[in-house]
């Protein structure tokens, strides 16, 4: 599944593929409006919990969120920062799925320069759906949901070779999209930029996971101190 339009965007962006802008071979393709079905995504939810080797449908909601809206803001996100804009409406995006239920990749038609009002629409839409699935509330999710947007647009700007510029867009985004989404934030390590996260992705509940390294549930001394030792990769 591909556009003129996204296949002009990664053109310009460095990585695309490991970015979620490409689709790879042997992925489920599904329209992203799917993702806003409350029955739909129940079904998703149950079919996750024997790979995640939970039952607990507030982990498995919040860490299907957590890969799902990466996935989902990134060609809006790429748009922005190619200069070439990409639809953030769910019906002018598709959505790819690993072996798994995992999101990898979204693809999107041409879409508006100004895309918050339609990012607004969307994420609304399926938070609302998460939430309904999960039995969760949609504030966390909405605290998911900037900081997957912080993180891809710091992503997408690496990937350009001008992190600040990538990172820039974050706070107007988010003030154009409105509340309930937080405002992103970022703090420098080291010489890095890192997310400062909002939100907890709950991995560190499931049997094989652990605290992320940013994750706001870790002591702030701590949580330091492993970004510096990360900034030292970049």
């Known amino acids: 599944m591909r556009?003129?339009?996204?296949?002009?965007?990664?053109?310009?962006i460095r990585g695309a593929g490991a970015l979620g802008l490409l689709v790879p071979a042997g992925a489920?393709?599904?329209?992203?409006?799917?993702?806003?079905?409350?029955?739909?995504?129940a079904q998703v939810l149950?079919?996750?919990?024997?790979?995640?080797?939970?039952?607990?449908?507030?982990?498995?909601?919040?860490?299907w969120w957590y890969s799902a809206s990466s996935v989902l803001v990134t060609p809006p996100l790429a748009g922005l920062v190619a200069g070439i804009p990409l639809s953030a409406r769910l019906e002018d995006l598709t959505v790819a799925?690993?072996?798994?239920?995992?999101?990898?990749?979204?693809?999107?038609?041409?879409?508006?320069?100004?895309?918050?009002?339609?990012?607004?629409?969307?994420?609304?839409?399926v938070v609302a759906a998460v939430?309904?699935?999960?039995?969760?509330?949609?504030?966390?999710?909405?605290?998911?949901?900037?900081d997957s947007l912080a993180n891809r647009l710091l992503d997408l700007g690496r990937a350009v070779g001008d992190p600040a510029a990538g990172t820039a867009l974050a706070r107007p985004l988010a003030e154009a999209i409105g509340a309930p989404l937080p405002v992103p934030r970022y703090e420098d390590v080291a010489g890095a930029r890192f997310t400062r996260r909002a939100s907890c992705c709950l991995l560190h509940e499931l049997p094989s996971g652990a605290l992320c390294t940013s994750c706001p549930r870790r002591p702030p001394a701590e949580r330091r101190a492993l970004l510096e030792r990360a900034a030292r990769h970049w």
Do not use: F, H, K, N
């Open 3 to 12: 556009t003129p339009e996204q296949d002009a965007v990664t053109r310009r």
């Open 28 to 41: 489920t393709i599904l329209p992203a409006t799917a993702l806003a079905d409350p029955a739909w995504t």
């Open 46 to 63: 149950a079919r996750r919990a024997r790979s995640q080797r939970t039952t607990d449908r507030r982990v498995l909601a919040t860490t």
């Open 131 to 146: 939430a309904e699935a999960g039995g969760v509330r949609e504030r966390p999710l909405w605290a998911i949901a900037t």
């Open 97 to 125: 799925l690993l072996p798994g239920l995992v999101p990898i990749a979204a693809v999107a038609a041409g879409g508006s320069a100004t895309p918050a009002p339609d990012l607004r629409a969307s994420l609304a839409a």
